[in-house]
């Protein structure tokens, strides 16, 4: 079922961890949409890195945060971890 959207608006940085990985950071505001309820601006940002195994394939991970800009209201995080491999 439709919950609501988020929209990041965000400002990053990226580079080379040696030769075979990179790493990136961006952070900024989401615009949290729910449905039926108030749009909310709040503090969000990603970390991660990605690590090229073979020519074909990489590993990746990130983690992240919304912020809900209220001391009395909880936080969102999040970690995601994958392969990707390129045809």
Sequence with gaps: SYNGTTTDLHVGYEGPIGSSASYYVQAGASVVSPDGGDVDTVPSGKA????????????????????????????????????????
């Design 48 to 87: 991660g890195v990605g690590v090229a195994l073979t020519d074909s394939l990489g590993a990746y991970g990130e983690l992240s945060f919304v912020g809900s800009g209220d001391a009395d209201v909880d936080r969102g995080y999040g970690a995601k971890v994958g392969v990707k491999y390129s045809f």
